[in-house]
């Protein structure tokens, strides 16, 4: 892996060594390595993740160096640079039609995907979930277990290269048709309530105390989410602004692959 990190650092920053085959070269063994998830963009170490900011360098000159060509199946046709996964029975892999997995992107055995669509660079786990119509962005790094609900967003991330992947660590529900963008950290067994919007600038508010307590860009272990708003002043007025509300934590009562409405009766709430 260190020959292939010095040669694709060395191409990032030099695009003429592209004209040397064994450069070229590296971004493909670069990508087959992240598409057989021997290889990651990003990857746990410890508490905390540690980014492979080369390996999305190596995704970034693979569009620049892939040829555009014709796919099809009829009635369908495609025009586009990047090869589709295929050979889902040997890697153990579930695809429901009209299921999209973009070669580059690792789906680990006993993964399901009704119809979905998964980017280059994205990890999926075992054991999860991608239900339909939702979308896992390039780069994002699903657990084990993990449910995408209907009509999930899953943000992708490429440049800028600093920028982190989305994370969706083990066991986490995340409720139909809720957006996970700009490098947002949600931790193991949350489960996020139907519609939650959550970005880097978006307030994450735990209320389940007596004080609020108002963090961003990461959800907490086992916390329970829902959708929420707070007033913000602005110079025409005051308007609500959305935001998240941490309403508690996951029981221990509560079935890791329960539904979703089932975790949030716990709290009185319907979503």
């Known amino acids: 892996?260190?020959?292939?990190?010095?040669?694709?650092?060395?191409?990032?920053?030099?695009?003429?060594?592209?004209?040397?085959?064994?450069?070229?070269?590296?971004?493909?063994?670069?990508?087959?390595?992240?598409?057989?998830?021997?290889?990651r963009v990003a990857e746990p170490n410890g508490d905390e993740w540690q980014v492979n900011q080369w390996v999305k360098q190596a995704i970034l000159m693979y569009f620049g160096v892939q040829k555009m060509k014709?796919?099809?199946?009829?009635?369908?046709?495609?025009?586009?640079?990047?090869?589709?996964?295929?050979?889902?029975?040997?890697?153990?892999?579930?695809?429901?039609?009209?299921?999209?997995a973009r070669y580059g992107s690792y789906l680990a055995p006993t993964v399901?995907?009704?119809?979905?669509?998964?980017?280059?660079?994205?990890?999926?786990?075992?054991?999860?979930?991608?239900?339909?119509?939702?979308?896992?962005?390039?780069?994002a790094q699903i657990g084990k277990g993990v449910h995408l609900s209907g009509g999930v967003g899953i943000g992708g991330v490429l440049e800028p290269l600093q920028a982190?992947?989305?994370?969706?660590?083990?066991?986490?529900?995340?409720?139909?048709r809720s957006i996970v963008v700009e490098g947002v950290r949600v931790g193991k067994e949350a489960v996020l309530g139907a519609n939650v919007v959550?970005?880097?600038?978006?307030?994450?508010?735990?209320?389940?105390?007596?004080?609020?307590?108002?963090?961003?860009?990461?959800?907490?272990?086992?916390?329970?989410?829902?959708?929420?708003?707070?007033?913000?002043?602005?110079?025409?007025g005051d308007y609500n602004v959305s935001c998240a509300l941490i309403i508690g934590q996951r029981k221990e009562s509560t079935d890791k692959k329960t539904s979703l409405n089932e975790a949030l009766r716990d709290f009185g709430v319907s979503v």
């Open 1 to 39: 892996m260190d020959a292939l990190k010095n040669k694709i650092e060395e191409a990032f920053a030099n695009r003429d060594l592209l004209k040397d085959k064994s450069y070229e070269q590296a971004i493909h063994d670069t990508i087959e390595e992240v598409d057989k998830g021997r290889l």
């Open 70 to 100: 014709t796919l099809s199946l009829p009635p369908f046709e495609f025009h586009d640079k990047m090869k589709l996964k295929t050979n889902y029975e040997a890697q153990g892999v579930r695809v429901v039609p009209h299921a999209i």
């Open 112 to 139: 399901v995907m009704m119809p979905s669509y998964v980017n280059i660079g994205a990890y999926v786990d075992k054991g999860s979930m991608v239900d339909t119509w939702a979308t896992v962005g390039s780069c």
């Open 164 to 176: 982190n992947p989305v994370i969706i660590e083990d066991g986490a529900f995340i409720g139909s």
């Open 198 to 236: 959550l970005t880097q600038s978006t307030k994450i508010i735990d209320v389940s105390g007596s004080e609020e307590v108002i963090t961003k860009g990461y959800v907490p272990p086992r916390s329970v989410v829902i959708p929420g708003s707070y007033t913000k002043t602005f110079p025409a």
